[in-house]
């Protein structure tokens, strides 16, 4: 299944549908291909805004990786999802990954 599929769902709302799919997958990390990347179901929870699945799929014990934190950061426009990955064990630092100088560069650079 894609990514954009299940993204899709989310944004949707259709929280069954991500739940089917949890229980029916056999692990909760799988990778999904969204565009040209592949990001798991945690990573496309927190870029679709849904605070129910984010929280759903932390109790199912999703890894919280830096890009479900940058998804949360830059797409999410609802501060209790990033509270929920905190409170979950998301490290403060990876603020750093999300905010880094490094990681935005202009259309002057290369």
């Known amino acids: 299944m894609r990514g954009y599929v299940i993204y899709e769902q989310m944004m949707k709302g259709n929280n069954e549908f ?15 291909t969204y565009g040209m990347k592949t990001y798991t179901l945690l990573e496309i929870a927190c870029r679709s805004n849904n605070k129910d699945i984010v929280s759903y799929l932390l109790k199912e014990k ?39 100088p490094s990681n935005h560069k202009t259309n002057y650079e290369s």
Request: with cysteine; aromatic share 10%; net charge positive.
């Open 18 to 32: 991500v739940k089917h799919l949890v229980k029916s997958e056999t692990t909760i990390n799988k990778q999904y």
């Open 62 to 100: 999703a890894e919280i990786t830096p890009t479900a934190f940058k998804h949360a950061c830059v797409f999410s426009t609802n501060h209790e999802i990033l509270k929920e990955l905190i409170k979950n064990g998301a490290p403060v630092a990876y603020l750093n990954n999300v905010f880094s």
